[in-house]
């Protein structure tokens, strides 16, 4: 067990713009912040949350009560990417947590969670109830919120306002791996683990900023990512992904890849109360009896009812009956919104990176 003995200041104050206001104890670094107040409800993998390029601008509480007793893992690259992060940051604006941690026991660890926050110059704040703060959430849907430090205030931001995909995506191409299929992976603000579960697969991934032109490029196969904010934001995504459905070579979109790829069709999107962000949420394949339990974070969703003709639903949420993916009467293009390539789980739906080559073998 190892324990870091940090000096932070003793309070902090959460300021919500519904005239809310709740304290706590600091730890992480010793600035304010302001986001979207969202609540997520992963027991595990907060490492890979943190990291995760779709949590960009939003101030995220953790439901399970203890964290931080795992620490965070040595940051090492592989293949051009982190090996145990979602990104080469962390992506949030702001922690809250009911309990945190500063000693930790983990075999890959190498330092506290409150350490990791401060190196990224990004609060964090605990003793806090956060039964309380998620149900607020839940009832009031999500909102602009603000950690003050030190008394040091500052402005509400709206992630919302703003395309966050030209922010976090790669300024130029870069390409990963010598396989022998050739996937463009547009870069909305993606996760490494898509990267990998490609990587595995015997590919070739050329990863391009969110709005390359990219119909001029030799491919066999676009991936469009992940990422944050609203994606009517995503012109310039939006307009290639019309031009790309004209043509017959395989599209497949996960999490904002699934709302690019239905705006580029025709339907249209719309903002969720307090949106999906967890490791257990439940979807039905439409047209079986199967359910899968999967990884979300999002705050917008498609209007299914928008979707033109030879566009169907693909997947729904069990909990609300949201829109989880759309697929092609007969082209071979289909998106999700949940996350195949969850990190840290589950990986119930991994199989749907083997539907997207063996579409592209046929």
């Not at 990963?176 to 490494?192: M, T």
Request: charged share 20%; glycine share 8%.
């Amino acid at each position: 067990m190892i324990s870091e003995k940090t000096s932070y200041p003793l309070s902090i104050n959460l300021v919500l713009d519904n005239g809310s206001s709740i304290s706590g104890k600091s730890f992480g670094a010793r600035v304010s912040a302001a986001g979207e107040t969202v609540f997520n409800t992963a027991m595990t993998g907060y490492p890979e949350s943190l990291s995760d390029p779709s949590y960009f601008g939003q101030i995220l509480v953790l439901t399970y009560p203890l964290i931080g007793n795992y620490g965070v893992p040595e940051d090492s690259i592989r293949n051009g990417i982190h090996t145990h992060f979602e990104s080469d940051k962390v992506m949030i604006s702001g922690l809250i947590v009911a309990d945190y941690s500063e000693q930790y026991n983990h075999w890959n660890a190498t330092k506290s969670l409150g350490k990791w926050l401060e190196e990224h110059n990004i609060p964090g704040m605990c003793d806090v109830d956060t039964r309380a703060l998620t149900h607020m959430i839940r009832e009031q849907g999500a909102m602009k919120g603000k950690l003050i430090v030190d008394n040091n205030d500052i402005a509400f931001y709206d992630p919302d306002k703003e395309n966050l995909a030209a922010r976090l995506c790669v300024r130029e191409k870069v390409v990963y791996g010598k396989g022998s299929k050739r996937i463009l992976l547009v870069d909305c603000g993606v996760k490494n683990n898509i990267i990998r579960r490609l990587l595995q697969r015997d590919t070739t991934v050329i990863r391009v900023p969110w709005d390359y032109p990219f119909s001029k490029d030799e491919y066999d196969g676009i991936l469009i990512s992940n990422g944050p904010g609203n994606p009517v934001h995503c012109t310039k995504t939006i307009e290639n992904l019309k031009q790309a459905i004209q043509e017959d070579k395989p599209i497949f979109g996960i999490c904002l890849g699934n709302q690019l790829l239905a705006l580029a069709s025709g339907a249209t999107t719309y903002k969720l109360k307090y949106g999906h962000r967890s490791h257990n949420q439940p979807v039905l394949q439409l047209g079986t009896n199967k359910a899968y339990i999967t990884s979300q974070n999002h705050g917008y969703a498609i209007d299914q009812s928008t979707l033109p003709a030879d566009w169907n639903p693909w997947f729904v949420n069990l909990n609300d009956g949201t829109n989880e993916g759309i697929r092609h009467s007969h082209k071979p293009f289909c998106s999700v919104q949940f996350h195949p390539e969850a990190s840290s789980g589950p990986t119930d739906t991994d199989f749907l990176f083997d539907e997207f080559l063996n579409m592209i073998k046929r």
